[in-house]
């Protein structure tokens, strides 16, 4: 079930961005699941469309789910297998929580990423 808090200081987005990573995670929605219709889940939580749209945009983005045209919006296969990929989202969550402890936001902390992968190349 998705819910978000109005009251949080977690924007809506992020609210149902980090509910349904949980939920893909988790298995409660396995690859090939279909996400409820943009307008009928933003009804649904409250949220304006566009709000649930750029959820969707990100979650794209990101290799999570992929827009199958008149089929709606659905959870994509693992490119590099569950075990893989599941290791992958559980650092990379850690990750984020430790910036976002540092009080950087997403730009900083990709700019940190992308300077940890080239000392690496470098080494």
Do not use: K
């Amino acid at each position: 079930m998705l819910r978000i808090d109005p009251s949080s200081g977690v924007p809506p987005y992020e609210q149902l961005r980090g509910q349904l990573l949980e939920q893909m995670r988790s298995g409660a929605l396995p690859p090939g699941s279909r996400l409820p219709a943009v307008r009928r889940l933003a009804s649904d939580l409250g949220l304006a469309p566009n709000t649930v749209a750029r959820t969707y945009r990100e979650l794209e983005a990101a290799g999570f789910v992929r827009t199958a045209g008149r089929n709606g919006t659905v959870v994509a296969e693992p490119n590099d297998g569950p075990d893989v990929a599941g290791r992958a989202l559980q650092l990379s969550m850690e990750y984020a929580s430790a910036m976002r402890a540092l009080g950087l936001g997403l730009e900083s902390a990709s700019q940190y990423l992308r300077r940890g992968y080239a000392e690496l190349g470098a080494r």
